[in-house]
Structure formats: structure tokens, C-alpha cells
């Protein structure tokens, strides 16, 4: 597959661009066949991500499959984001950051208290934002909730594993300008935090703006590389295709 990054978008494809503060919570079903830009415009400390089938939230994303049927927790160009059934959610059909987590969760308050131990000048639990409760904001506006909070993705990050399994900061993060290009395979719910990752060592709270851009991409071939490039993905697929024939 090409390593070659396109990071133009044509003006007359975008049909949404927002940016999203630092700190906030934000959700949207992106429609298949259209693919989501987030884009780091300062860098970024990490942004947690969880999607869903937005036609039956019951279907979502899935971090230990995602990992497992790819021989990989770190994702990048080229891969897939695997639903609970199976099936495509999303592939990465650009990155010009390669640094995303599927191991090290989200952060709540209690990885928060750095922060305010760090600052007496803030108090309370509202001074910081963190994503579980975020998530929980986010997914109670599309009657789902606590329930439905799965291990997430992690973007922007790298995170280090020892021989032991113990997770650590890899000083690597999303530098400005870097983005990740989504491919919507079905229609997806999109719920994301823009807070710092739960092992971000800083004790200083720096929730860089994000901002999202959704265009009508073209539409996946056949021999797209990223349909073809193992079996494992075209098994993803073909479970993939064969849902979508089903609700036509």
C-alpha cells in the first residue's frame, strides 16, 4: 500500500467541518461512503473514540478484536476498526500520525486528580473534563448510556508495552497538522472526548482543539488494498457486504 499521505480535501465534498474545544465531548452518525478527517490542528495529548453500527447501536466497536484479527494494538493506515459481529466500521485510508491506542481506556476522575493536585487553584470535579464522563453526556443524547461505554480507541497516542504487559507513556504524540482519515464502511455513530490520554504523565491539563471534517470520499472498490490487503480483512468485508445486502 502506498505510503504517500494526501492531505487535501476538494471544498465541493465536505458536507460538515466543525472544530471541537479542548476538553469537550462530540457525536455524529457518519453515513457510508463518506469518511471523517480529525485533524490535530495544534497536536494533541490524545482524543478517546468509540463508534457504533448507528442503525443498531447494539453492534460496536470492538478494541480486543480490532486488535487480535490485525496482530496489532496500534493502529494505522491500512487497518480497520472491527465491530463485536465481525464486521467494518471503519478503515484508515489516511494517517499521517500512525500513534493510536486500542489498550489504554479513557480518562475519568480519578486519573484526573493530577491535575487538580497540581493547580490549587481549582477545585471541584468540574474544573477538568475527563471522557468517561463525556462519553456519558454524549451517549445519553442518543438514549444509549453506561452500558454501552466499551474499551475505546485512543487516538494520537502511543502507549508502551512491557514484557509483563504494564502499560506506560511513550512520549509520542500527534504533532500539528497530523490527521486520521476514517472511512465510514456502514452507517457509524461516532461518540468522542477530546481530553488528554489517562496516562498523559503532564500535570498540566492541555486539551489541544480538534476539528472534524466529513466529505463524500469515493466509494470502496473491489480491489481496494484495503479490502484485499489479508484474508482477515476480506472476511471483515465480505461479513460486512453481506449485512448491507440484507437491509437494502
Known sequence: MSTEVKTTIDPALVTWDEIIPGGAYWS?????????????????????????????????????????????????????LYSDMGRVLF?????????????????????????????????????????????????????LGKKDIMPNLNLFTRIAVDPDGNLSWAE???????????????????VLSNCPHPLDPSPTYDAKPLRAIVWNAPASTANDPVRTGNPEAERGFQNTDAYLAQLV
Open 28 to 80: 455524529r452518525v457518519i453515513k457510508r461512503g463518506t469518511t471523517l478527517r480529525l485533524l490535530a490542528p495544534e497536536g494533541s495529548r490524545g482524543v478517546a473514540f468509540l463508534c457504533y453500527n448507528a442503525d443498531n447501536a447494539i453492534e460496536r466497536y470492538n478494541a480486543a478484536d480490532t486488535a487480535k484479527i490485525q496482530f496489532n494494538a496500534f493502529l494505522k493506515k491500512g487497518m480497520l
Open 91 to 143: 478503515s484508515i485510508t489516511e494517517d499521517s500520525c500512525g500513534l493510536h491506542d486500542t489498550l489504554g481506556g479513557c480518562s475519568n476522575l480519578a486519573t484526573n486528580t493530577k491535575y487538580r493536585e497540581g493547580d490549587p487553584t481549582k477545585s471541584g470535579e468540574g474544573d477538568y473534563k475527563n471522557s468517561r464522563d463525556n462519553f456519558l453526556l454524549a451517549l445519553i443524547k442518543r438514549n
Open 172 to 190: 509520542k504524540t500527534a504533532q500539528p497538522g497530523d490527521f486520521i482519515d476514517l472511512r465510514a464502511e456502514m452507517n457509524v455513530l461516532v
